[in-house]
């Protein structure tokens, strides 16, 4: 099922025929800093909910006598 809707999805996009549009400077560059926007924000997600806790994890497990405590 998956299979024929790769399939189908590939022959739609090598059969597409071209726009012929015209797209301005102001909208390529509004289009262009949305792509690395939204680039960013998956980025920092993948940080924010993956690496601080598998961190915080890491450091938990750690012995007790590894851990340097203010004097």
């Given at each position: 099922?998956?299979?024929?809707?790769?399939?189908a999805g590939?022959?739609?996009?090598?059969?597409?025929?071209?726009?012929?549009?015209?797209v301005?400077?102001?909208?390529?560059?509004?289009?262009?800093?949305?792509?690395?926007?939204?680039i960013?924000?998956?980025?920092?997600?993948?940080v924010?909910f993956?690496?601080?806790p598998?961190k915080?994890?890491?450091r938990?497990?750690k012995?007790?006598?590894?851990?340097?405590?203010p004097?």
């Amino acid at each position: 099922m998956i299979c024929g809707a790769a399939i189908a999805g590939l022959a739609a996009t090598l059969n597409a025929a071209p726009a012929l549009a015209y797209v301005g400077p102001g909208a390529g560059l509004t289009a262009l800093g949305t792509m690395i926007a939204v680039i960013a924000v998956v980025l920092l997600a993948v940080v924010g909910f993956v690496w601080y806790p598998l961190k915080r994890l890491l450091r938990r497990n750690k012995p007790a006598d590894d851990r340097q405590e203010p004097q």
